[in-house]
Each structure stands twice: as structure tokens, then as C-alpha cells.
């Protein structure tokens, strides 16, 4: 069955700016979580969405948003870009989020540069 | 706050050779321990998981087990190959029993193995 997908693969936005990231989950699953990596902090985790709502969050400005579907489809937003916010986002899906004999399934990433 | 602390690397190994990455947390209650695989241009996939204390995660060679007593989760492998070149993630979560939504990773250890 397909996998995590995650697009844009690679964007490139001027600070200021606005951005959209989208992540499909694999079919079935409901439960979406969203995570930035970079050199300086490593991964860390932005929210999670369930059901289109999300379920919970982590220490992130404002500026950082999401929303699920009803699909489970799910976008993040990050307005007013800063170069700071230059990283790899990474999505990733599993059935409920919350049964330990199921797996969360990353995707390859969106690789977004501020400049 | 809960947090996971795992060896620097790079670390470079011969083909054979024994492996150990380090890694110990902190954590609130009885969080269950994850180590995650990054190879170049993927995404993260589960390695091996532990859901409670003295339980011992294994795949593809690799193992680790959970000791409470001394907030470790070290990963070993007896005999690396080149194809396990690539970044381990070394994570905890405590919500809902052991959820997969929100995690918290450690900094990343990545392994080169020369033949």
C-alpha cells in the first residue's frame, strides 16, 4: 500500500512569506503528526491531528498551524516565514495514535529554505 | 520536561564490528522507548520499540532494553554491515500508554560503516 506522502518535496520561500505543506497519511489511518527537523534542534514535534482535531501540541509560535480533513489529509502552515524556520518537515501517520501495536509511519519530508 | 539524551556522533565503524549507542532519558511516569532509522533522503522508520520496564525491542539484529533503573534505552548490534550507514533516533513518549503521536527524540547519532 502507498506510503506517507509528503508534498512539496523542496520549496524555497523569501521571509515574510507564507507557506503550505501537505501530508497524506496512509489509507486508514487517522491519526497525523507533524515534526521539524534541524541540525541546531533535532526533531521536534510541531502538533498532532486525529479526527480533524488536533489532539495536541508542542512548543511552537502561532505563526505554525495545521488542520486535518476529512479525509485525514492534513496541512501545516507557517505564516510570516523567518529564516530560522528553514528546516526538514516531517509528517507522519499511524491508525489511532494511540495503540502501541501499530506503527508510525513517517514520510520522505518537505525540505523548505527560507531566504 | 521529559527529554532523551543520546551519544554524539558521528560514530564510524568496520564492517563486523559491535555496536552501542548510548542513549538515557528523562521522563515524568512509565514512558514507553522507541529507536528510529534515518537513511539518506528517507524518512524515519521504527527500528525497534519497548513498551515497560526490562522489555527488550529486537529487529533486524539490533536490540535494546529498557532499564528503569537506569533511564537507559542503549541500542547494540552484534556485527554491522554497510548497509546499516545511517542516523538512529533514539525517542520517548508518555501520552495515552505509549502513543506514536507525540514523541520526543533525542539529537541523532549517525553511524558510518566502512567495508
Known amino acids: 500500500k502507498a506510503g506517507v506522502t509528503q508534498t512539496p518535496r523542496y520549496l524555497i520561500k523569501t521571509r515574510g512569506q507564507q507557506v503550505t505543506l501537505s501530508c497524506s497519511p496512509i489509507s486508514g489511518h487517522r491519526s497525523v503528526s507533524w515534526y521539524q527537523q534541524t541540525p541546531g534542534q533535532g526533531l521536534q514535534f510541531l502538533f498532532e491531528?486525529?479526527?480533524?482535531?488536533?489532539?495536541n501540541k508542542g512548543n511552537f509560535p502561532g505563526r505554525f498551524s495545521g488542520r486535518q480533513f476529512s479525509n485525514s489529509r492534513s496541512e501545516m502552515n507557517v505564516s510570516t516565514l523567518e529564516l530560522g524556520d528553514s528546516a526538514l518537515y516531517l509528517c507522519?501517520?499511524?491508525?489511532?495514535?494511540?495503540?502501541?501495536?501499530?506503527?508510525?509511519?513517517f514520510g520522505q519530508g518537505t525540505r523548505l529554505t527560507v531566504v | 520536561g521529559n527529554s532523551v539524551t543520546q551519544m554524539e556522533g558521528p560514530v564510524t565503524l568496520s564492517e563486523e564490528a559491535f555496536l552501542t549507542i548510548n542513549c538515557t532519558y528523562t521522563a515524568t511516569g512509565y514512558p514507553s522507548l522507541f529507536w528510529y532509522v534515518q537513511y539518506p533522503g528517507e524518512g524515519l522508520q521504527l527500528l525497534l520499540k519497548a513498551t515497560k520496564a526490562d522489555d527488550k525491542g529486537s529487529n533486524k539484529g539490533f536490540e535494546a532494553t529498557y532499564r528503569k533503573e537506569t533511564t537507559s534505552f542503549h541500542l547494540e548490534k552484534g556485527s554491522v554491515q554497510v548497509s546499516d550507514s545511517a542516523v538512529y533516533f533514539c525517542a520517548l513518549s508518555d501520552l495515552y500508554g505509549g502513543s506514536q503521536g507525540n514523541l520526543i527524540f533525542g539529537k541523532g547519532t549517525k553511524l558510518s560503516v566502512k567495508p
Open positions: 491531528y486525529f479526527s480533524e482535531t488536533q489532539r
Open positions: 507522519a501517520s499511524s491508525f489511532t495514535g494511540t495503540d502501541m501495536n501499530t506503527e508510525a509511519f
